[in-house]
């Protein structure tokens, strides 16, 4: 026995798939998220399975672990659980009480449902942020029209309207400049069933984002502060480290989604979108597994946002989460007109032999994420100027200058 | 149409799975430089099968795209790479017959079977580099014992005898100090019918590696050399770039491994292990695939070994191979008595935080390559001493002071 085995986290009760002691990670979803966190598990020789939809899903191509089903149903996801230490998301789609059906059957949910449930409710993350003293837009719950002008007469116009649950990259959130219009959103949201809040137009300097991860004995980690670029709801770039952001104020940020971790006893990764404003970081939204905003991670930092996620969830001691350069850039590739990116890489790749370039395998639809790429280097103009160029060689199918 | 492709080698005909256009590489063996290879490729967004012995090899694990039979049958080989644009190995045990009959079936191999030869048949790599004018270790073929004793009697005891083909990791390798001992080493080879050749031993000052790739193309990409610390044959440590090595050896070495490659027309990755003496470089041995002296290309340079290698047999313009941070180290895991490597990673985990781990998913064996670890940093001597601590505690299954 050494003197480390008193204090490190233990290992889940490890049932690997032919009695050698891997722990197996079973992730619900099988898109991008899930096929990088494959990559990850690969070099972490841990078993890993998904739970796609179709075959064809990104992490169902590549991941020898996939099973088919349907993350709505119980039967499905016990099926699944059942070949597993940990279950684990690659999205936030799960509803409550499937959770709560797969933990009355024994199995390990990381994040745990309670945890999991501030990222899939807005309203429960607006209200329980707001209890604990975390500056967020002000907002109100909308149950008529007349709470969207009440807010709006309080706070000014626009007003953005946001689904309670169900929206991403983008989807859910509307932006109304007047009564009308959010009339007009709240009428189509009550004939799909949605809940609505209401939350103040927030004119933000720009937006960071904070990545951390949390496992059940506690520890924390927290990887740089960055800036993300967002287009109409969707992440297309991510700059690191944020420039010239204050050192108090990247500490001040990665303490904030610490806190936030604990608070809400997330375990795995917690990313923290922040609004930064004159007055100080507002929260915009949590999600509570991998994230767009991480994906520098793969080459930019020592140990990759998916391999700490996977750390986190088993319970295993967390990795480094420095730069590895001294700057990285991220840039997403969107899809364009032409479906064939294969034929495209080509360019790219000649163009520029440090550019590093992720295809997610993903059927290209215009503005679908089907990719990435990331330069890491000193000069983060010169990076930045090498992320956008080829991202946009493969995002536009058009010709480039 | 732009600049870069009038110039730009061109992608093979593309039949992805679902048609679209997603180039498929299978890789002839299922072993760790396979399962590392699985890894590039989901990266890269291409295809990627694997034929396997067995469900249970490391790469069978974790490949979506498995097949299992036997690398010596021509029907197996046939049908796997019925569905493959281009094979490739992870070893060089594919008989040549075989090879000829995948080419006759109009299956692109890469390497070719006339490169790959040469890291089949040592006798072969001799003569021709010998042709070539390139430093080797003094060598005779051996069809009797007079063969040797009149080798010693010209170049001193001992005398290095070696099986034509099928040796790796020290196996198919005898150091012979004496007549009598080599006598025995000849008749014990006979008798399982292989050749032997029998080479000077060279009192080497250390050992170097060279990894490059080429591409069908032509282009070529020299990774930063590297000492390799080798134990009983089988490679231990190597340190990244080459402690000491002076610019022009590392240019000497570099352009060596260029000028054998181009020579012998390999595709690929061409790992060439050499001597380091005072009279100059000698060529060791050739490999025609990702290489255990590359693995350090994960974390440390731009683009890894195992994406250049795909990268290179696709045809596609070959990856930036700089190194990505000051030095590297990467230690090979070698099973000890403890058959659960699960148990003491965690104890890796906890001490050193920025230490990469990789596990290949293999049953522990003694002296067995069941795993490597890379650290990556400014000062070799101590990241030396974090990689030697983290695979020494992960290899011994014994305590550590």
Redesign the interface.
Known sequence: M?N??D???A?PA?R???G????VVGMVGAGQLA??T??A??????G?RVLAADA?ESA?????G?SIGDYRSSADLLAFAAGCDVVTFDHEQVPGPQLAALQRAGSTVRPEPGALHFAQDKRAMRERLAALGIACPRFATVAGDGDITRFAAAHGWPVVLKAVSGGYDGRGVWVCATASEAAEVATRARARGLQLIAEEYVAFERELAALVARSPSGQG?AYPIVQTVQRDGICHEVLVPAPGLSLGRQAEAQRLALTIAAELGVTGLLAVELFETAAGLLVNELAMRPHNCGHWT??GS??SQFEQHL?AVLD?????T?L??RHAVMVNVLGGDD?????R???V???D??V??????K??RPGRKV?HVTV?GADIAQIGDRARRAASYLSLGT??P
């Open positions: 050494t480390e085995a204090e490190a986290p290992v490890a690997g798939p032919d050698r002691g891997e722990p096929r990088m494959c990559q598990a690969i070099g972490l020789g841990i890993f064809g169902a191509q590549v991941c020898a996939a980690a793969i080459e020592r140990t750390r295993l001691p967390l990795g480094a420095g590895a350069g479906p064939d990116l294969h034929d890489l080509i360019h790749l000649a163009a032999p440090g590093k370039v992720h295809l997610y395998g059927v290209v990719g890491i010709e480039q």
